[in-house]
């Protein structure tokens, strides 16, 4: 009975799932190394081969009845001793090379942390629905740098707002890698600018800082987009007559509409088809990326590849995008006007003419070359055969991929943080201009400002519903200051008490409580540790938007933390839901005024209460971002 379950143990599911009772045996060598190794795999077999190996293993103890059954029988069990003990050989050989390793002090002076069991570290002490509530509980015990074991691979977690700053500002190049990351690097094969890295990277979000600028950040015209849009939203929002309706729809509709504006040059009807199948696959994907099987995936890709789940719909929903991606910008190129660039995926396919030009080639045309290779990008099929990509199928592009001599040196990318200026007038890396950067980087900017953006409203009209006298207390605010004209970004310096509440939202709704992963580029020394090249890195946000040391009600819904004695907005270092540094987010600018004037225009218009006799449940829901569980509201119009 013990052997078989200490046998069972050692199949490498099984490994994860026992591993505490690996830890118990008693003496001598662990996981079991003392057992024949024979028997080993006789009870082994039915894992490895299924059902044959089952068949084996009874022929081994069943009556044997006549001579040639024996014959046949011995063979068997021979082969399958010379069988068993390689077999035997490897695992034991693979299982003390993990445990050597895990023991091996290899770098004495890594941040501390829990004890991590072989093969699957401190996951088991991990609550997978809220990782950053254990990171936070263990932080109390080990400090404010600390160590975690994600399966064999060290993390390293910074928590509060002292040592978050630190690691993001003052040694801001070493950590502003990012890690691969198996869910996303299967799609985009690290193009894009979330989750890329290096020279293409930088070039990604000089281009992105640039051209949100130009059509959309802190301009005139975006604000006039965002404020049309807020009027559709209203009207949407009159229509359902104050009766209870779910918002999410209409809400992500709305905020969709001013990144597909600054992307694509349009907006959408909220029931128009292209706009619902983009927000389906998006909102899908974020919901999936919290379950637990894809958190694993990000631990063991190879093993849950071969099994069923939730990734696998991430991989084809991410598909879906990018021939949606590829089409457009396929057509667009067709009416291209340099003269007169419509949008974000102009802007970037400009681009891509420069490179040609300044190369004396185009981009489309092969010009063979001894210092330079073609790539060709071919769409590939329409897999569902039914989502209206068809056109896809036809796209083939040829692009450049210059040799190393032809890369251009660049600076360090743009800094949102008092930065932002310095990128213009820099040389481009304009080799990086390439299909599947776009198609990437389209991708991060769809989804990047459409979810955040959509969750923070959804807290909002959640939390005035919670507290209908703090939303009393906008709307009066907005009544003296605004009227019944729009609002306008500039009416939020004259708003201390709306802006507080803003700020509190984000702050209390920490829709990254993770933060996005960094890593470090180079071995790093961070507060007396040394944290090696390569390591993944997760600054808590949650550990600095709940930090006790700046806020007086950490867990609590409290405007207040943003207004001085004399009710004046009063700025908190500590506020950083978009994070710090060279990696913070790049649609900052955007979303705050986005935030700004969608909600103002909602309270102006309505106020907002639960169904009668409705529980309002602030508990997150369990997702990519934290976002509310879904809820019903009634929309008041105010006259
Ligand atoms: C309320 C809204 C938003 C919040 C709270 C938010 C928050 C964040 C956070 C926490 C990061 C990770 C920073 C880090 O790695 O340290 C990030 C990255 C990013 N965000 Fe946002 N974001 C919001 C809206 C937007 C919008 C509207 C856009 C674009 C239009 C955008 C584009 C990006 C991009 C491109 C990055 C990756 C930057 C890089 O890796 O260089 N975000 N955002």
């Known amino acids: 009975m013990r052997h078989n379950y200490v046998c069972d143990t050692i199949t490498p599911h099984a490994v994860f799932q026992h591993s505490p009772v690996i830890h118990q045996l008693p003496s001598k060598p662990r996981f079991g190394l003392r057992l024949n190794a024979k028997r080993l795999l006789l009870v082994r077999m039915p894992a490895i081969h299924g059902p044959t190996g089952r068949k084996l293993f009874s022929a081994t103890t069943q009556k044997r009845e006549n001579p040639d059954q024996l014959t046949v029988q011995k063979n068997i069990i021979g082969n399958m001793d010379l069988i068993t003990i390689l077999l035997s050989v490897v695992v034991i050989l693979f299982l003390a090379n993990v445990y050597k390793n895990q023991r091996k002090p290899i770098h004495t002076n890594l941040p501390p942390g829990p004890k991590p069991l072989p093969i699957i570290g401190n996951l088991h002490m991990l609550d997978m629905k809220h990782p950053y509530k254990t990171f936070m509980e263990m932080s109390k015990e080990y400090g404010t740098v600390l160590t975690i074991h994600f399966g064999m691979a060290k993390v390293i977690i910074l928590c509060g707002y002292d040592t978050v700053k630190d690691a993001l500002l003052n040694h801001g190049e070493e950590f502003s890698n990012r890690p691969k990351l198996a869910i996303f690097s299967k ?21 992105t800082l640039s051209t949100l600028r130009d059509y959309g950040m802190g301009k005139k015209a975006i604000e006039d987009k965002i404020s049309e849009e807020a009027e559709f939203l209203v009207q949407a929002m009159k229509s359902y007559g104050g009766k209870p309706f779910d918002n999410l729809t209409i809400l992500n509709a709305a905020v969709a509409n001013i990144i ?17 199948r983009l927000m389906g696959l998006i909102n899908e994907n974020i919901q999936l990326m919290g379950s637990r099987v894809v958190r694993m995936y990000n631990i063991i890709p190879t093993l849950l590849d071969l099994l069923p789940g939730p990734h696998h719909k991430i991989f084809e929903n991410m598909r879906h995008m990018q021939n949606f991606i590829k089409e457009t910008f396929t057509k667009q190129k067709k009416t291209l006007d340099v003269n007169d660039q419509r949008n974000l995926i102009d802007a970037y396919l400009v681009k891509q003419q420069e490179r040609g030009r300044n190369t004396g080639r185009q981009i489309g045309i092969h010009v063979p070359q001894a210092t330079a290779y073609c790539q060709v990008v071919s769409s590939g099929n329409d897999e569902d055969g039914g989502d209206g990509d068809d056109d896809n199928d036809e796209v083939t592009d040829v692009i450049w991929v210059p040799d190393r001599a032809e890369e251009e040196t660049e600076g360090e990318a743009a800094q949102p943080q008092g930065g932002r200026h310095q990128e213009r007038g820099k040389s481009e890396s304009s080799q990086y201009f390439h299909n599947d950067n776009l198609i990437a980087l389209v991708n991060d900017l769809f989804v990047a400002g459409m979810e955040t953006t959509t969750t923070t409203m959804r807290w909002a ?111 908190n270092e500590a506020f950083i839901p978009f994070s710090i540094g060279k990696r913070s987010c790049a649609g900052e600018t955007l979303a705050k005024m986005e935030l700004f004037l969608f909600f103002t225009s909602l309270m102006q218009n309505f106020t907002f209460q639960a169904l009668p006799g409705a529980e309002i449940d602030l508990e997150p829901a369990e997702a990519g971002t934290h976002g509310p569980k879904p809820y019903q509201l009634c929309a008041i119009p105010r006259s």
Do not use: C
Request: charged share 25%; glycine share 6%.
């Open 187 to 207: 799609s985009t094969k690290d193009n894009g600018v979330i989750f890329s890295n290096g020279e293409s990277w930088k070039a990604m979000r000089r281009f």
């Open 260 to 276: 597909i504006s600054i992307l694509l040059g349009q907006r959408f009807n909220y029931d128009h088809p292209t706009i619902l």
């Open 461 to 571: 009209i959640l939390l005035m519903m919670k507290y209908p006298e703090i939303q009393k207390k906008v709307q009066k605010e907005i009544d003296s200051i605004i009227g019944t004209t729009p609002p306008q970004a500039e009416h939020r310096k004259k708003m201390p008490y709306t802006d507080a509440v803003i700020h509190e939202i984000q702050r209390f709704g920490d829709i990254v409580p993770d933060g996005a992963p960094h890593e470090t580029i180079q071995d790093v020394t961070f507060r007396g540790y040394f944290i090696p090249k390569g390591t993944a890195v997760f600054p808590l946000l949650y550990s600095v938007l709940k930090d006790e040391a700046y806020f007086k009600k950490p867990f609590d819904f409290y405007p207040e933390h943003f207004l001085d004695a004399e009710g004046n907005f009063k700025k």
